[in-house]
């Protein structure tokens, strides 16, 4: 059983970033684990990868910051896509994924010597209509997971500063829901560059306002106030409506370079896909106690730690081995 994360979001939203700061967060918390637990860990953390791999399936993204495992330019590049066929960098996008979805063989021969040890984050494109209008990387995600065995959440990224225009939050509100239907995956919506907020003006309600999704009639005053967004009143508050029927989305928020935030959200994706729970052996009451619990327990791997300290008590010579 592998795990992972699908990256994805609008262009800017700091996917690429995100997979070099999560990366090398992840390799951090596995190497401080791996040195403090050494025969511990391989006796009971079998579950607990310390590898980690990026795979780069942006086509267009041709600067990366992060060293990939895998990178789909050395099957097809956006380049030479939109100079041999005419297209545009949209078009040309859809072409690959296309492409990527008759070649999931080649995708699927290159992931094979990784799922045994390594901890997979999938860079996506960030054009948005990729995740909630075509079929083709909805289709590559299925594949992968149906074939390989793997548990990924879709961790979808949206710039924080939509917070600061009632009409651009709607707008990612209805980003993320499509998206999250669309894709029927374990799904975490993120503010990214949170740290960076306040920076675009004063928020007309608290933060909490905008994470949790609050009763959206109250951004209809604001809306107003905009006469390009006052043209639309009616087909804006159906839009809203619609949200909140679904009542599905809400939101985290995540600044890449502060340790704390990375690590809230790991628990939170950790938890979506399952990664809490493997190596864990009880019964499904057991298992719902764990998946109903808050989110507040000792980052370093809590189930794993729990019987590390459990264990290493009883039989402390043989974990503490040099």
């Given amino acids: 059983m592998v795990f992972g994360q699908i990256v994805i979001g609008p262009p800017g939203s700091g996917k690429t970033t995100y997979c070099d700061g999560m990366s090398q967060f992840l390799r951090l918390i596995g190497s401080v684990i791996y040195s ?3 025969f511990c860990f391989r006796v009971l953390l079998g579950g607990l990868f310390t ?3 990026v795979i780069n399936l942006d086509p267009a993204n041709d600067e990366l910051p992060y060293e990939c495992a895998v990178n789909i330019e050395d099957l097809i590049k956006l380049s030479d896509v939109m100079s041999e066929h005419s297209l545009g960098p949209n078009g040309g996008l859809v072409y690959c994924m296309d492409f990527l ?3 999931i063989d080649w995708l699927q021969s290159k992931l094979q010597p990784l799922i045994k040890d390594h ?7 960030g054009q948005v209509e990729l995740f909630f209008l075509h079929s083709n990387a909805k289709s590559v995600i299925s594949k992968l997971t149906k074939k390989m065995d793997l548990r990924l959440t879709a961790v979808h990224l949206v710039d924080s500063h939509l917070c600061s225009d009632p009409g651009k939050y709607v707008s990612a509100l209805l980003l993320s829901l499509t998206t999250m239907l669309h894709l029927e ?3 975490i919506n993120v503010f990214s560059k ?5 920076s675009y003006g004063k928020l007309a309600f608290n933060l909490e306002y905008y994470t949790d999704v609050q009763d959206l009639s109250y951004l209809q005053y604001h809306l107003d106030q905009d006469p390009r967004s006052a043209k639309y009143r009616k087909l804006t508050k159906e839009l809203c409506d619609v949200i909140e029927d679904f009542s599905l989305v809400n939101f985290t928020t995540l600044d890449i370079q502060d340790k704390e935030s990375v690590g809230n959200l790991v628990k939170l994706i950790d938890k979506s896909n399952g990664y809490i729970f493997a190596g864990i052996e009880g019964s499904v009451v057991e298992f719902s106690k764990i998946a109903a619990a808050p989110l507040d327990w000792d980052y370093y791997r809590y189930p794993f730690y729990i019987q590390f300290v459990f264990f290493s008590s009883l039989v402390p010579e043989l974990f503490f081995v040099a």
Avoid: M, Q, S
């Fill in 185 to 187: 995956l374990p799904h």
């Fill in 36 to 38: 403090g637990f050494r």
């Fill in 101 to 103: 979805e008759k070649n």
């Fill in 194 to 198: 949170i740290d960076l907020i306040e």
């Fill in 119 to 125: 901890y997979l984050l999938f860079d996506f494109p």
């Fill in 51 to 53: 590898k980690v791999a």
